[in-house]
């Protein structure tokens, strides 16, 4: 039995690829008679074209419908190569953006440093960044990158934004911890700018929750002191230096005892947010200790130029004696 004709109980069947090749030969042969000889033409013509049309507009239509999925699959490989090379653009701007918007709020802060530096130039400082902080929604006790090495001791005072962060009360070899404003049990010796009245402001986390700091023992017996007005360091305050800024006055009421005031500060520094500060190396001992040895040292001038013009007097007097005598 040949393996192309198979016999299936009384029947004798062709395996369809046999019989789609036979046709295709058949298509070829007639469409090849078609062109070449007349033997279709007229009514043969017409039967003939019946049968010979159907299989040629089957193979037009496969033909053309392979030729489309071809290009198709062309266009589509095509895409994605196109999308990768998209996507790894967009990937890279991306980036690219991210790093510059980082970049623009590294110089914006930046500025404010050089600005802050600018207002309190009688100090010499050292910058720092923050890199580590307590756990909490807000910087109240941070640790920052300098520490001994850079000269930086305890009761150092950090400032940052528009005014007064808080101090040093550790320090290791590259790391000093800072104990900031606000934190609790922390309090300042403050002074309101415009009446030089004393007042202490005192932090409380719990406030700070509302954006201020409070503050109390405030005396101002001619009520000059209004709303938004500057509270700084004050002179007698023993761990900051004197007129660095500390907020502005937001509330302001009567205690029961008539005699002070309290209220709540609104802080000149955000406390949200702090990346890089500034450490001014001056503490307020060496201040008051380099104030004393002036104020000692021009005593001690005056004294000598006192002694001097006194000896000189009294040899001047004495060469009025003997001249006197010898006369």
Do not use: C
Not at 60 to 79: C, F, M, P, Q, V
Not at 299 to 317: C, F, L, R, T
């Amino acid at each position: 039995m040949s393996p192309v004709i198979r016999r299936r109980g009384d029947k004798f069947t062709i395996p369809g690829k046999y019989l789609l090749f036979i046709l295709t030969l058949v298509s070829i042969g007639l469409i090849i008679i078609t062109f070449n000889t007349n033997l279709f033409s007229g009514a043969a013509d017409s039967v003939a074209g019946v049968f010979v049309i159907p299989f040629q507009k089957g193979i037009t239509s496969a033909g053309t419908w392979l030729t489309d999925r071809s290009k198709d699959l062309a266009n589509i490989r095509e895409l994605q190569s196109e999308n990768t090379a998209l996507q790894q653009k967009v990937d890279d701007l991306t980036t690219e953006n991210t790093n510059l918007q980082q970049e623009k709020y590294e110089l914006s802060n930046l500025r404010k440093l050089y600005d802050l530096d600018s207002q309190y130039s009688q100090y010499d400082k050292i910058g720092a960044r923050v890199i580590a902080k307590d756990a909490g929604n807000w910087y109240h006790s941070f640790v920052i990158d300098k520490g001994t090495d850079e000269g930086l001791d305890v009761d150092m005072n950090i400032i940052a934004g528009s005014g007064l962060v808080g101090r040093i009360t550790s320090v290791g070899p590259d790391w000093a911890k800072v104990e900031t404003i606000i934190a609790d049990n922390s309090s300042v010796s403050g002074m309101v700018l415009s009446s030089s009245d004393n007042l202490i402001v005192t932090g409380d986390l719990e406030t700070y929750a509302k954006g201020a700091i409070r503050f109390s023992k405030l005396v101002d017996e001619a009520d000059k002191v209004t709303i938004g007005d500057k509270v700084v360091t004050s002179n007698i305050s023993d761990k900051y230096l004197p007129g660095i800024l500390i907020g502005y006055i937001n509330t302001l009421d009567s205690d029961s005892n008539n005699l002070t005031k309290s209220g709540l500060l609104t802080p000149a520094v955000d406390f949200d947010h702090l990346d890089e500060v500034l450490v001014i190396l001056q503490k307020k001992q060496n201040v008051n200790t380099s104030d004393t040895a002036s104020s000692s040292a021009s005593a001690s001038e005056s004294a000598s130029d006192n002694a001097g013009q006194e000896s000189s007097a009294g040899a001047s007097s004495s060469a009025g004696v003997t001249t006197a005598d010898g006369n």
